[in-house]
Structure formats: C-alpha cells, structure tokens
C-alpha cells in the first residue's frame, strides 16, 4: 500500500506569510494527489485535485504542485481564515484514498 | 445543493454493533462512488471503507476488514455502514463522503459526520 507522509506536522504562522507545507508518496502516484482544508468541528473541504488544479470556490492564494512523489502546497498570503488542519490524500491506486497525517497550521 | 447526512452514531459497548446511514440529497447518487473516513478523537483522517456506484467492488481498510459491511440502495439515495465486533479504537466521528467522477477521483463533498463513541 502507498504511504503518505506530510512535513511539517505543524508550523505557526502571522496573517500575510508565505506557507508552504509537503506531502510525500512512498511510491511515484504521478499526479492524483488531493489537499484538503479541516477546521475544528468540521468535515474536511476539498481544496486542490489532481497536484495543482483548483477546487471551485477556492480562493487563488492557494495552489498544488509536484508530480510523482514530492507535492507542495502552499498559500500565498496567509489569511485568518487559513488557520486550519490540512491533509493531503493519494488517489492513485484507488479505492484505498490514503490520506497523509495532516499539518496544523496555527498562529504564531 | 449537494447534502450528505449521516445519522445512527452514538454510545455502543466493546464488541457491540451499530449501523449508520448517510442519506444523500442534490445530486444523482446512483452513479457516484461513496466512501466512508472516520477520525478519532484528536486523529487524523482514516479511510474506512468504499462502494462503487453500483455495489460492485467494495474495499475496506485492514483496521475494519471482517467487521464492518458498507452497502448502499441508490432507490432510496442512501449509503451505510453495519459495525459489528466494536471495539475501543472504532471510536471517532464518521463521515460519509462522496468521489469525483473525474479520473483523480478527489473526494469532493463531506458529510457533517457522526460520532461513534466505543465504551464500557
């Protein structure tokens, strides 16, 4: 089964920063790979599929990148907003979604 | 709208048995693929379980296999999940979740969740 790692598991970060978190396969997935946003108490919000494209409805200070084992997301200009879990998820070999251990992001 | 609803969560003992139900609404269930992901308390997200659009491949994560049973009746736009032999770590909000049909198959509605809590 494919693996999934995330770094940092948590970082702290002020409204306007540059935020970049990684999401690692332990085997090339090419690009099904899936961000997801989880607020406390709620259920997890679809945020970029397929490495790099945007879910509609999506602010465009976040974006995807990487292909094959390596992924980034990142947000431009953290806003308020943002502080939030994120998770990354493998849809490569399918039906087995496996989702990374997920990167809180808090206010430093 | 697109809205998935789950209910049938709550207090069940060590090797009890619960069964939940997320009914779908806005959207033409019959040919969705469905999932179901738990989270246990302070945890992350764990797959649990899928159903094809028409029942015909189910998969189910290694922590559940022989003990939870997903099905679905795309009359009534309904998704389940029977949980038998219960135990202390099955403990965590559920939720239903629907599959993309495009080919990255991203999971791109959520349910609210239930909690399912496992205790003595």
């Known amino acids: 089964d494919i693996q999934m790692t995330q770094s940092p598991s948590s970082l702290s970060a002020s409204v306007g920063d540059r935020v970049t978190i990684t999401c690692r396969a332990s085997q090339s997935i090419t690009y099904f790979l899936n961000w997801y946003q989880q607020k406390p108490g709620k259920a997890p919000k679809l945020l970029i599929y397929g490495a790099s494209s945007l879910q509609s409805g999506v602010p465009s200070r976040f974006s995807g990148s990487g292909s094959g084992t390596d992924f980034t997301l990142t947000i431009s200009s953290l806003q308020p907003e943002d502080f939030a879990t994120y998770y990354c998820?493998?849809?490569?070999?399918?039906?087995?979604?496996?989702f990374g251990p997920g990167t809180k992001v808090d206010v430093k | 709208e697109v809205q998935l609803v789950e209910s049938g969560g709550g207090l069940a003992q060590p090797g009890g048995s619960m069964r939940l139900t997320c009914a779908a609404s806005g959207f033409s269930f019959e040919t969705f693929e469905m999932i179901w992901v738990r989270q246990a308390p302070g945890g992350g997200l764990e797959w649990v379980s899928y159903i094809s659009s028409r029942s015909g491949t189910i998969h189910y994560a290694d922590s559940v296999k022989g003990r939870f049973t997903i099905s679905r009746d795309n009359a009534k736009n309904s998704l389940y999940l029977e949980m038998n032999s219960l135990r202390a770590e099955d403990t965590g909000i559920y939720y239903c979740?629907?599959?993309?049909?495009?080919?990255?198959?991203?999971?791109?509605?959520w349910g609210q969740g239930t909690l399912v809590a496992v205790s003595s």
């Open positions: 979740a629907r599959v993309h049909t495009i080919a990255v198959s991203p999971v791109d509605y």
């Open positions: 998820q493998q849809s490569y070999s399918p039906p087995l979604f496996t």
